[in-house]
């Protein structure tokens, strides 16, 4: 079985980026950052820090813009651009790709993603960090018995801002603190993940 793979979106930020690898450090935990472009560039440091911490670098954006709003063409230059920087900077070379919003816009998004040799991957559970900041909350939820097919389980890909506060470091601790009380260990995202076309965004 797969592990819980914990990934994270829209970074690097300048505040929450570097609270969050201080979490992943305290709790053993290598995860994966699907960066951003325009916040990359503008903080390229938080990026090849996480490279040397032994965390996994994938393709999210270069500007958040969802997929059903762009032509074939207009993400091609998102993504070649946001590839173009990550490469300027010595980044390794990603071989996933999380669109913003987890938005895959058939069959332009594959086309695109073929053509650079990339796999589109979204996320089994959505923590919804992003409109909520009480981890002990967001914990709980997504432990509960009545969400059966976004719930937390052994073999979950995990959604997570490093872009939105410090609850979410704060979740990271809590997080690892259950996964090993279950029995279960933490990985990156496997070489041909299973993830949704359209995953579980419903977050109130």
Request: glycine share 6%; with cysteine; hydrophobic share 35%.
């Amino acid at each position: 079985m797969s592990p819980v793979a914990v990934t994270f979106d829209d970074g690097p930020h300048p505040e929450w980026t570097p609270s969050v690898l201080d979490a992943l450090r305290e709790t053993r935990i290598r995860a994966t950052f699907f960066l951003q472009g325009d916040r990359l560039v503008e903080r390229p440091g938080l990026a090849c820090g996480a490279v040397l911490e032994g965390h996994s670098l994938q393709a999210h954006c270069y500007q958040h813009r969802s997929h059903h709003e762009l032509s074939e063409q207009e993400i091609a230059a998102d993504i070649e651009r946001l590839l173009d920087a990550m490469n300027n900077l010595g980044l390794p070379r990603p071989r996933l790709w999380r669109p913003p919003y987890g938005d895959i816009a058939p069959p332009r998004s594959y086309e695109v993603a073929g053509r650079h040799r990339l796999r589109l991957v979204t996320w089994t559970v959505e923590t919804c960090d992003w409109a909520r900041n009480s981890a002990p909350a967001i914990l709980s939820e997504l432990l509960a018995e009545e969400r059966p097919a976004t719930r937390l389980q052994a073999d979950s890909i995990v959604l997570m801002h490093d872009s939105v506060g410090p609850h979410t470091a704060e979740l990271v601790r809590l997080l690892a603190r259950e996964v090993r009380r279950r029995g279960w260990t933490f990985g990156f995202i496997g070489e041909n993940p299973n993830t949704p076309e359209r995953p579980f965004s419903g977050c109130l």
